[in-house]
């Protein structure tokens, strides 16, 4: 399994993807080593959860920019790959770790299966402005021909892939991520008065504070809120916080919103069960797996009609919906629900019910029955190593 | 016996600088003493036979670059893929022999894989290219090729001024450092490895 990132060094939902997977993997006896990154904080190489995890520290080497780091780990975990010689199939995610992926598919002849969690044109908005963007497009591209099969983590995903890739719609497999209530800590002790008056209710955002996942709908839905009783807080941080704030105080709302940045996990959780709502406004989202961790965690949740929220979400059954983009309709599921208890009580109910099948048992049984599939398919062909 | 497997960015009609000119003398007098096949980027994967050896050619698979380093971390990409069918059609090679920087990651990673002696060929450096290390770019590079250059068991250049650079610039042992880049000098060397 190559990934670019890992515990304890996580970006976003990737490394907790593989982290999950490699770990429900090895339990049901699949011999699993994470190729992945190191800044020279965690050993090079250890055994956790029955999962080989081998890291590699790509600062030995300078960069003029990002695309050339992620070149530069992909050499480091190539280099690193060739005493590893017992294992069957390659799996990589996304882009990141494309290139060493198809090098080592390539000079072991084993069969490469990719996960592509997001691709650049979709977190782009639907075009490529520059050279950069267009180069990560084209190894998106190249991953996805390279690939024996590439997992998608929702029918979103899969019409994704199909459409900007190129790929061919039945080499894409859908699996739907997981949600694990396990990993979350136990909630910090917080005073609610720290964060809301007590007459105010607590409409609650996850995520990074970036355009694809639409944190400025939410301050707009504020402003044509015009509410007294409701507290808007921000978890999260990212390069669109300092547009945000300049953007409450022009909307006359700075006292009724707070920007938390990045919470650890035991306050994010006790913030949850002090929220009435937990909004997810994103403009792009593969997936979108912290909404999954509101409903476990037993709190409404109003999403945007789009990507994998789309499809986790049935509107007034386990959640609202709103329109992408659209700040009135956005503000009128928050009214909606904020006045209404009772249909708040039901939302959670159902949602805690709907995760069922969102878990990582499910997801590890079928990457297993594919990766089966992957392996007959190359036993019967003649491509194979004779070196 | 097993190939002599060389790896470049360009050998005729694949054609980017002087490199393929040095090469086309070079290769063929080498081809008649060794089993010998060549790894070049071309306009598309396939293999031909020319000047006496099996030439497998990679066509760039990505095409849109921000500059020289994520150019050549792709190009090596290509010439990994057509390396590996070289390595897998002839039964292994018995050393890998690189030349110049750009190609030299692709080399290093397969002559690892493969465990056979790796030798590269150095005609210029990023600091003779760029007179000093002035941006972020060049530093990348300079990295790169040390990176690189330290895997080789041994380097050929043209002249002493070319090995005293590559000693104190690039940290490489003066032992390893092989004065002359021509065909006598390069067949004495590969004698030695391979008996």
Redesign the interface.
């Known amino acids: 399994m190559l990934s670019w990132e890992y515990p304890p060094h996580i970006v976003g939902g990737l490394g907790r993807h593989v982290f999950h997977l490699s770990k429900v993997l090895s339990s049901r006896g699949v011999k699993v080593q994470v190729l992945t990154f190191t800044d020279g904080s965690s050993p090079p190489e250890e055994m956790a959860d029955g999962v080989r995890i081998i890291r590699v520290n790509p600062y030995?080497?300078?960069?003029?920019?990002f695309?050339?780091w992620i070149?530069?780990l992909?050499?480091l975990l190539?280099?690193r790959s060739?005493t590893l010689r017992d294992f069957d199939l390659i799996h990589t995610h996304d882009w990141l770790t494309a290139?060493s992926g198809?090098?080592l598919k390539?000079?072991?002849?084993k069969p490469l299966v990719a996960t592509i969690h997001s691709t650049e044109l979709g977190r782009r908005g639907g075009s490529l402005k520059?050279?950069?963007e267009?180069?990560i497009h084209?190894?998106e591209w190249?991953l996805s021909?390279e690939a024996w099969r590439v997992i998608c983590c929702s029918s979103y995903m899969v019409g994704e892939v199909s459409r900007f890739l190129g790929c061919p719609p039945n080499k894409i497999v859908k699996i739907p991520n997981g949600y694990a209530p396990e990993s979350f800590p136990k909630p910090a002790q917080l005073n609610r008065r720290d964060y809301a008056r007590d007459d105010e209710k607590i409409v609650l955002y996850v995520g990074r504070l970036v355009y694809e996942k639409g944190p400025h709908l939410l301050l707009e839905a504020a402003s044509k809120l015009k509410r007294g009783d409701l507290k808007f807080i921000f978890v999260g941080d990212g390069s669109m916080k300092p547009y945000l704030v300049d953007l409450s105080v022009k909307l006359g709302i700075s006292d009724k919103v707070y920007f938390l940045g990045h919470v650890p996990d035991d306050v994010l959780h006790a913030l949850y069960r002090l929220a009435a709502v937990a909004v997810f406004p994103s403009l792009y989202e593969p997936f979108g797996i912290v909404a999954l961790e509101a409903m476990g965690l037993g709190v409404p949740i109003i999403v945007s009609a789009v990507g994998g929220l789309d499809e986790i979400v049935q509107h007034g059954r386990n959640g609202l919906k709103f329109h992408p983009g659209s700040s009135s309709s956005l503000a009128e599921a928050i009214n909606m629900l904020v006045d209404n208890p009772e249909l708040c009580r039901n939302l959670a109910a159902n949602a805690r019910e709907s995760l069922g099948t969102f878990t990582w048992d499910r997801v590890a049984d079928e990457t297993i029955k594919l990766y089966e599939l992957v392996l007959g398919e190359y036993k019967s062909g003649s491509w194979k190593?004779?070196? | 016996m097993k190939p002599i497997i060389h790896i470049t960015w360009e050998y005729p009609p694949f054609v980017v600088g002087d490199l393929s000119k040095r090469l086309s003398d070079t290769l063929p007098r080498i081809a008649s003493r060794y089993p010998t096949v060549l790894v070049v980027r071309g306009d598309s994967d396939g293999v031909f036979e020319a000047d006496g050896m099996k030439i497998y050619k990679a066509g760039p698979?990505?095409?849109?670059?921000?500059?020289i380093?994520?150019y050549a971390?792709?190009l090596n990409?290509d010439l990994?893929?057509a390396?590996?069918?070289a390595?897998?059609?002839n039964?292994?090679a018995s050393l890998i022999h690189s030349h110049d920087w750009i190609s030299s990651?692709a080399s290093?990673?397969?002559s690892?894989?493969?465990g056979c002696p790796l030798l590269m060929s150095v005609y210029t450096t990023e600091i003779t290219r760029s007179g000093s290390l002035k941006?972020?770019?060049s530093?990348?590079i300079f990295?790169?090729e040390r990176?690189c250059f330290q895997r080789a068991e041994r380097l050929f250049v043209q002249d002493t001024m070319m090995r005293e650079h590559l000693t104190k610039e690039y940290g490489i042992d003066r032992g390893r450092v092989v004065l002359g880049n021509d065909p006598e000098t390069i067949l004495e060397t590969y004698r030695r490895f391979l008996g």
Do not use: F
């Open positions: 030995s080497l300078r960069y003029p920019d695309a050339s070149h530069g992909n050499l190539m280099e060739v290139t198809i090098a390539h000079v072991m002849r520059n050279e950069h267009r180069h084209e190894i190249l021909y190593p004779r070196v | 698979s990505v095409r849109t670059h921000p500059h380093l994520t971390h792709l990409l990994i893929r390396a590996a069918n390595l897998h059609d039964g292994g990651i290093a990673y397969v690892s894989y493969v941006s972020l770019l530093l990348g990295d790169l990176h």
